[in-house]
């Protein structure tokens, strides 16, 4: 079964800290692993989408890798904001399993402490 | 560019009740994806159209239904509701081809069923 998890569940830190979340896949035959942001209530923004040839991408302090050998992805967020607080959700297209969409983390809860 | 829309925004529908939950892509967009966001299940995808035919369904019963019109916008009908169909609905878009582009997402329907 194709699984995505996030770890942690939540974080809390100060303004200005840099800071990663994990994403782990059970699958190394993914298409593409796209991180996405919820802020309560809301839909989802897609921040970035990594395929399955690129090790990483970045927009603005968001950078994203992912390495499928260990079936890991993280998201860096450098230097965070309160604005930033959110929840943040992993998500992986499978290789003949792109037809059922994505298959999604639970997602991290981050609270960014002004 | 607009993005992804859903309407309505809110809904309080009773058991046994049938209910239509609206959406329209992304100009462009020609596939339309449906997931159920329940709390503390995550994200659970509930069907795929594209080009106006449904291309695959997650694992929910047959008293969900949709379809996607002419125009790519699409619907999602629920009926007989149950309590535990009480959730965010998520409408997402993608072009063509969607394993190599991102989704994108509306802002959702809140259903609660009483």
């Known amino acids: 079964k194709q699984e995505v998890t996030q770890i942690p569940a939540a974080l809390s830190v100060p303004e200005g800290e840099n800071l990663v979340l994990n994403c782990s896949f059970t699958?190394?035959?993914?298409?593409?692993l796209q991180w996405f942001r919820q802020d309560p209530g809301k839909g989802l923004t897609s921040l970035l989408l990594i395929q399955s040839s690129q090790r990483e991408q970045t927009s603005g302090r968001l950078n994203a890798s992912l390495d499928k050998s260990s079936g890991r992805s993280t998201l860096y967020i450098a230097a965070s904001q309160p604005g930033d607080s959110a929840t943040y959700l992993c998500?992986?297209?499978?290789?003949?399993?792109?037809?059922?969409?994505?298959?999604f983390g639970k997602g991290t809860h981050l609270i960014i402490q002004p | 560019e607009a993005g992804v829309t859903q309407s309505p925004t809110h809904l309080i529908k009773t058991r046994g009740q049938q209910v239509t939950l609206r959406c329209s892509p992304i100009s462009g967009h020609t596939s339309v994806y449906w997931y159920q966001q329940a709390l503390g299940l995550g994200l659970q995808f509930l069907l795929w159209y594209d080009e106006g035919e449904e291309r695959n369904r997650g694992n929910f019963p047959p008293r969900f239904s949709g379809r996607q019109f002419p125009n790519y916008s699409s619907e999602l009908n629920v009926n007989a509701l149950e309590l535990e169909d009480s959730a965010l609905y998520l409408c997402?878009?993608?072009?063509?081809?969607?394993?190599?582009?991102?989704?994108?997402f509306g802002n959702g329907t809140r259903l609660t069923v009483t």
């Open positions: 998500a992986a297209t499978y290789s003949g399993g792109g037809a059922d969409g994505l298959t």
């Open positions: 997402a878009s993608s072009l063509a081809g969607r394993v190599y582009s991102p989704l994108h």
């Open positions: 699958d190394s035959a993914i298409y593409n």
